[in-house]
């Protein structure tokens, strides 16, 4: 398989996982899985992988929420462009080091997010969109490995 498709297949996977429905209580501990996809992704091969997939893929993402067409877009391509400018020091942290950094990453662009859907009036801004970027980097590690040894039984390295 070759690591374009797996690449694409893995994003489309997390698209479904990012949609998937769940109960209202759980909703505020849902972590981002397309970013955490795409994060992987801009770590392992920066050169292939950027902002314009956060772009594509955040368009699929609006399509499928419903919200303001632009809004996934403009969240996901922003956190790949800070994923690709901290990509070099990220590659040299360890797994630990990297949930930390990504913590921070997802906790501004949660904060962003949380901005815009209120300047566009849907919801009231609450602290508690902190708590999906902190699954996101309690998750990280193992996110990381699992994808990792997927890509390399498939020989994709």
Do not use: K
């Amino acid at each position: 398989m070759p690591l374009r498709l797996f690449t694409w297949a893995t994003l489309l996977l997390a698209l479904g996982l990012q949609v998937m429905p769940m109960p209202d209580a759980w909703l505020i501990w849902r972590p981002n899985w397309l970013g955490m996809m795409l994060a992987y992704w801009c770590i392992v091969t920066p050169s292939r992988v950027g902002v314009f997939y956060g772009f594509i893929f955040g368009l699929f993402l609006d399509l499928l929420e419903g919200v303001t067409f632009g809004h996934n877009a403009l969240l996901l391509s922003l956190m790949a462009y800070l994923v690709l400018l901290l990509y070099q020091r990220l590659r040299i942290y360890s797994l630990w080091q990297q949930a930390g950094l990504l913590i921070v990453i997802f906790g501004l662009i949660q904060l962003l997010d949380q901005w815009l859907r209120l300047m566009f009036g849907a919801s009231v801004l609450h602290i508690e969109f902190v708590y999906s970027a902190i699954v996101v980097g309690v998750l990280w590690p193992w996110w990381f490995t699992l994808i990792n040894v997927i890509r390399r039984q498939l020989t994709l390295v």
